[in-house]
């Protein structure tokens, strides 16, 4: 026991960096890119501030607390804690409900939490497809800085790059991380020099820490101040993403990588595009881009197209994740589930699946054209997933983990105070792009509901035809045993 115990930690630490290395190829692509364009919506956007000092400093608070609370508070730290079997994802906590008829201790009826669980999980097929739209256009749309020639080949490269990325899926998520987490680590390592280089410059930017700033930049805007958030949850849209990848790698790669390192580059980062904005306001149209030299445009547009195709992944991965809870919990039909590692049963890809994502990924760039356009498509899905996710950890928490029910309230009040904004302002975008993701996570609801009951309304029928075990033995029983004649049996 002495013996083997030392060994086997040895084991799982020396295992921990390389798992790292390829969840950071998988999970934080979607989170990793967000630089990309949450800053300039917050500000060049259709509901976009000016960038005074005010703002600014407001604004990069909002951002640094959403990180904090939403990413590292509600899901590394406690909605990971609720795991199915290694599984996680909203399916997972999903199935995770206990058992009630009725309604619970908490007052919540048992089948509308199953099915807010159901249209959560719906809800993010919709996600999957927008994601890769949204990252690959907002990191080919840098082109444009450097000369407007590019313009008329944006749409056609990022469907050509969509086209690779659905194509690789077959190879499976440990080779694809395998590829994938040494271009991340040199992504996140880039936005953290690129975002020092103007922290330097404007220290005064660091001052966005206290959240005085937040409180001050709603007591000035009001209302318009209120519609920012939609902006600024772009930051945050890869927390369900995060947790619905959890089978494939683990608890303790993810969180090692999110504190480690995606943590401190995004927060360096998007300090350094506060710093510029305070230096030069004409930077709102593409902070991310002019936060580099002339020089470096290009190899900076090269390292963020790579980045922004593993941004997708986090999400197809996830859908991956999802689809096989989905066929276990009888909500989808047998699709062809392969298993691309013969050690982690986690990782796996599902051709059809794929297949549609990817159509439905390249239809959506073909029609939105722009990252701006799809910004207001994007967030909505998430943040009803979000609220839906608080919900049903409040009866895991008070019923599967027993804590106080005073504890679990408070909890369950800060994060529904957090997604419950965000959602409030990502309604203003449905007109303007919204529908799509709710149309989307509407109709898969719809398909995964009907096989449900599909499956139930024919095994109801089969167990009325059935004869019952016992009466079928007494036929038998009751039956006199057929003797064949001698001479013929012989």
Known sequence: ??????????????????????????????????????????FFGEHGVPPTQENVLGVLSLIIYALVLV???????????????????????????????????????????????????????????????????????????????????????AVAILV????????????????????????FL?????????????????????????????RAHGLPGFTVLGAVFLAVTGGEALYADMGHFGKRPIRFA??????????????????????????????????APAWALYPLVAVATAAAIIASQALISGAFSLTRQAIQLGYAPRLDVEHTSSRAVGQIYVPQVNAALAAGTILIVIGFRSSSALAAAYGIAVTMTM?????????????RWKWPLPVALGVT?????????????????????????????????TLMTTWKTGRRIVAERLNARAIPLEQFMA?????????????RCS
């Open 258 to 291: 999110w504190f480690s390192l995606v943590l401190p580059a995004l927060l360096f980062n998007y300090f350094g595009q506060g710093a510029l904005l305070l230096h030069d306001a004409q930077a709102a149209r593409q902070p991310f881009f002019l936060l």
């Open 164 to 187: 690779v990325l659905f194509v690789v899926q077959k190879f499976g998520t440990h080779r694809v991380g395998g590829l994938f987490g040494p271009v991340m680590v040199v992504w």
């Open 475 to 487: 036929a038998v029983t009751a039956t006199p045993r057929f003797e064949c004649p001698a001479p």
């Open 387 to 399: 609220v839906i996710t608080a919900l049903l950890l409040h009866v895991i928490a008070t019923e």
């Open 413 to 445: 009040a800060l994060f529904l105070t957090i997604d419950l904004s965000f959602f409030g302002a990502n309604l203003l975008k449905v007109l303007h792009g919204g529908w799509l993701p709710l149309v989307m996570g509407t109709v898969i609801f």
């Open 1 to 42: 026991m002495d013996a083997q115990g030392p060994s086997g930690d040895h084991g799982r630490r020396s295992g921990l960096l390389p798992l790292t290395l390829t969840a950071i190829g998988i999970v934080y692509g979607d989170i990793g890119t967000s630089p990309l364009y949450t800053v300039r919506e917050c």
């Open 71 to 157: 990413i590292s508070v509600k899901y590394i730290a406690v909605v990971m804690r609720a795991d199915n079997q290694g599984e996680g994802g909203i399916l997972a906590l999903t199935a995770l409900v206990p058992p009630r008829n009725g309604s619970g201790a908490n007052g919540f009826n048992r089948p509308a939490l199953i099915l807010l669980g159901i249209f959560g999980a719906a809800l993010l097929y919709g996600d999957g497809m927008i994601t890769p739209a949204i990252s690959v256009l907002g990191a080919v749309e840098g082109l444009r800085i450097a000369t407007p020639l590019f313009d008329h080949y944006i749409v056609p490269l």
């Open 190 to 218: 880039t936005i953290s020099a690129l975002g020092i280089r103007w922290i330097v410059r404007a220290p005064s930017v660091l001052g966005a820490v206290d959240p005085r700033h937040a409180i001050v930049f709603f």
